[in-house]
C-alpha cells in the first residue's frame, strides 16, 4: 500500500511541468497575437499566470507530502534533490505571484519587473522540469 501512493508523483510532476510549458509556449504568446491590444493580453495573462501560481504550489506541496511520507526514502538522494527542487520551484511561483506581479501590473519600472517574471518562470519552468525527470530515480529507490 505505501507504495500505491507514490504512483501518483510522477503524475503530479508532469502536470506541473506540462501546465509551465502549456502557459509560456502555447498560451500566453497566442494571447499577444490574437487579441485586439496588448493590455488585453496582458491583462488576461496576469491572471492565467496566477491561476498556475496555484497549480504549480498544489502540485509541489503534494510532492513535498508524498516524499516526506516515507521517512526512510526521505534519506535518499535523489529524493533529497528533487525535494530541493520542488521547494525551490514553489518559492519561485509564490515570489512571482505576490513579489513581481504586483509590480507588473502596477506597471512600475514594467521592463525590470516583467524580465526579472519571465527569469522566474523560466527557473520554476527548469525546477518543474528536474523534479520531472528525478521522479523515476526516486520511485527506482523506493522499489530497491
Known sequence: MPTRIFQIAPWLAALWWGSLTTLGVLVVPMLFA????????????????SAQTWVSTLCALMLLIIYRSNRPLAH???AHSASV???FGMLLALLSEFAIAPKIVSRENLRLWHSLGSVMFALQWVCAAL???KIPNV???LMN
Open 34 to 49: 490574437h487579441l485586439p491590444t496588448p493590455a488585453m493580453a496582458g491583462g488576461m495573462a496576469a491572471k492565467l499566470f
Open 76 to 78: 535518499s538522494g535523489h
Open 85 to 87: 527542487f520542488i521547494v
Open 131 to 133: 523534479t520531472f525527470w
Open 139 to 141: 520511485q527506482s529507490d
